[in-house]
């Protein structure tokens, strides 16, 4: 479904099974945050019907879009989700990724980072390995990751930020499950090296993934 925001006029492509059946749906505009209410307008009655009660009259439970905040994206749009629990990282982060033109989910914790991740694949993942936990090698978000079907894990970059290893460090990189280690003396440079990790990520499997497509298995 295509979807013209009345205020600012961006153009969005929505999955329809995005939206529920029978219900709205209101969500902010990811360009300039106004209020887009979409929803398929009712069917005349086929007949008169009996007077209702008030709880049959009530109006329609709205889709709550604020979990899912990426179904309603710009083709070829970009998103990230940052789990990074110290202030002054989590703005160099997002910095970085604005700069970069991705849309950005900033999870306050373990619960939210997961909720979001079961709505949406996210493009890039950054999980610093203290968040939310006070032991780096049982960091539940990580451990979701790595449970996740292959042919999803595959199109998500994960980068782990960590206080232990060296940056881009592939060896530990493989040993946790991450696409890019990133030392946190070196968050300055995300930037640079976020966008040389997933070059050479995509020219990896460049030939994979077409040949995926191919076939119909991407």
């Known amino acids: ?7 600012c006029k961006s153009k969005f492509k929505v999955p329809d099974e995005k939206f529920p059946p ?5 969500f ?12 398929a307008a009712k069917k005349p009655d086929p007949a008169p019907q009996a007077a209702s009660s008030p709880a049959d009259d009530a109006p329609t439970e709205d889709y709550d879009a604020s979990d899912k905040p990426f179904d309603f994206v710009e083709e070829e749009g970009k998103t990230a989700l940052v789990c990074e629990p110290d202030p002054a990282m989590k703005k160099t982060l997002i910095a970085a990724l604005e700069q970069l ?17 079961r709505y949406h694949v996210y493009d890039v993942v950054f999980v610093d390995e203290s968040f939310d936990t006070d032991n780096p ?10 449970r996740l079907n292959i042919a999803v894990r595959r199109n998500i970059f994960v980068v782990l ?3 232990r290893y060296r940056t881009t460090d592939n060896m530990m990189a493989f040993n946790k499950s991450v696409n890019m280690v990133i030392n946190v003396k070196n968050i300055g440079d995300v930037r640079k090296v976020l966008g040389k ?7 990896f499997y460049n030939v994979f993934k077409e040949t995926l497509r191919k076939i119909g298995k991407a």
Do not use: R, W
């Open 197 to 203: 990790g997933i070059t050479d990520n995509d020219f």
């Open 28 to 39: 902010p505009c990811p360009k300039c945050k106004q209020k887009i209410t979409v929803g």
């Open 1 to 7: 479904m295509d979807i013209v925001c009345e205020h």
């Open 101 to 117: 033109e991705y849309h950005i989910t900033d999870a306050a914790d373990t619960a939210e980072a997961l909720k979001k991740m």
């Open 22 to 26: 029978g219900k709205v749906a209101s």
């Open 137 to 146: 090698d049982s960091n539940e978000v990580l451990a979701y990751l790595e």
């Open 161 to 163: 930020i960590s206080q």
